[in-house]
């Protein structure tokens, strides 16, 4: 039986939480040492998902000897000095997204990771969805003909938080688009690859975090309209139409279980409920890098993090100048 990869958790908080439930579920891995700022809850996390040692500190779960890859699940406004430490202590990291608050913090902490020869990785577990990888697919193998709308949205109703939650918080990295922005530009980024030109409008909280954002990309030969909110309910799908058919993702698209694809008056659904589940395909993806010494992941590689890192930059500086 191959090895298995032997994983810490830095910050552990309810993704965390999420998380650790799926990878006990992954044979090849397992929980060695969860850290938390406060010990109790660390002690409290360790039996829930039988982790062998709980930290009341991150330092030294970046230096136990046993830890190969730390899953970085603190606050975005920690990502970049949390995974610059294990990586100087010399461990692989899975960060969290937004990888860093932009483009020059990415930058960094990619080549930390190279200059330490440490595995890196954005944690864009949609990437590693099997019903959006279908998708991908049947684009690819030219089902819908040429690709020339995306539509992704993200939203739920979270207007109602208090000002100090993550979300509201500017001081936490909040705002919309940091927190679920991200996955709408992944999804064109994905499918339709870097755009020419981006336009998008917000509106903002009192906090002076955008709460809704809404975005067109522009491509030679496609246009993208994607949104991510919290005023909202949404059944949140997202769809690829091209010239000879539709592709629809069923939501919450970004976890899709179905994919839909529609051309000739005809459809035909593929169900991945049984085997989609969550985290796992990412936590999967990360154990065969570690266990064949990747540096990288070449389906979320360090460059995929960078240019959707620059995506986001480029929506801030459009929303900015209104
Ligand atoms: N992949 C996904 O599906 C997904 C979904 C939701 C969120 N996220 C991302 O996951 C990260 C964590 O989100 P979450 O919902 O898990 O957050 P959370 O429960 O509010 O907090 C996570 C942890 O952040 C640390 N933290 C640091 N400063 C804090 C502060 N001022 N207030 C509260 N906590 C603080 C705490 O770590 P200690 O335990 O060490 O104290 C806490 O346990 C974010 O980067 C978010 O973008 C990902």
């Not at 679920?180 to 998008?200: R, S």
């Not at 069923?250 to 051309?263: D, I, M, S």
């Amino acid at each position: 039986m191959a090895k298995k990869i032997k994983w810490g958790i830095a910050g552990l908080g309810n993704i965390a939480r999420k998380f650790a439930g799926d990878l006990k579920g992954v044979s090849q891995a397992e929980l060695i040492g969860v850290a938390s700022t406060d010990g109790d809850r660390a002690k409290a996390f360790q039996q829930a998902f039988d982790a062998q040692k709980a930290y009341d500190n991150y330092e030294d779960l970046y230096h136990d000897p046993n830890i190969e890859i730390i899953y970085i699940a603190s606050l975005n406004q920690n990502h970049k000095e949390m995974t610059m430490a294990a990586l100087q202590a010399g461990k692989g990291v899975l960060c969290e997204k937004p990888l860093g608050l932009n483009t020059a913090e990415i930058k960094e902490m990619i080549a930390l990771a190279q200059k330490q020869n440490c595995f890196l990785m954005e944690a864009m577990w949609s990437r590693f969805n099997p019903a959006i990888q279908k998708a991908k697919q049947w684009i690819a193998s030219g089902q819908i003909g040429e690709p020339k709308f995306l539509y992704a949205e993200f939203s739920f109703y979270r207007l109602n938080i208090d000002a100090s939650h993550r979300l509201m918080d500017p001081k936490k990295g909040g705002g919309v688009l940091l927190d679920i922005g991200v996955y709408p530009l992944f999804l064109a980024y994905f499918i339709l690859g870097m755009p020419k030109n981006i336009t998008a409008q917000s509106l903002f909280a009192k906090t002076g975090v955008d709460v809704q954002t809404s975005m067109i990309l522009e491509y030679n030969n496609a246009q993208a309209v994607l949104y991510c909110g919290i005023a909202n309910q949404s059944d949140n799908h997202a769809k690829v139409g091209g010239t000879d058919g539709e592709i629809l993702l069923h939501g919450f698209w970004h976890n899709a279980q179905k994919v839909e694809l529609t051309k000739a008056g005809t459809t035909i659904q593929e169900d991945f409920s049984s085997t989609s589940k969550g985290y796992v395909p990412e936590i999967e993806e990360v154990n065969r890098c570690i266990a064949s010494g990747k540096k990288e992941s070449e389906l979320w590689s360090h460059n995929d993090a960078l240019e959707l890192g620059r995506m986001v930059e480029q929506v801030f500086e459009k929303i900015k100048e209104r």
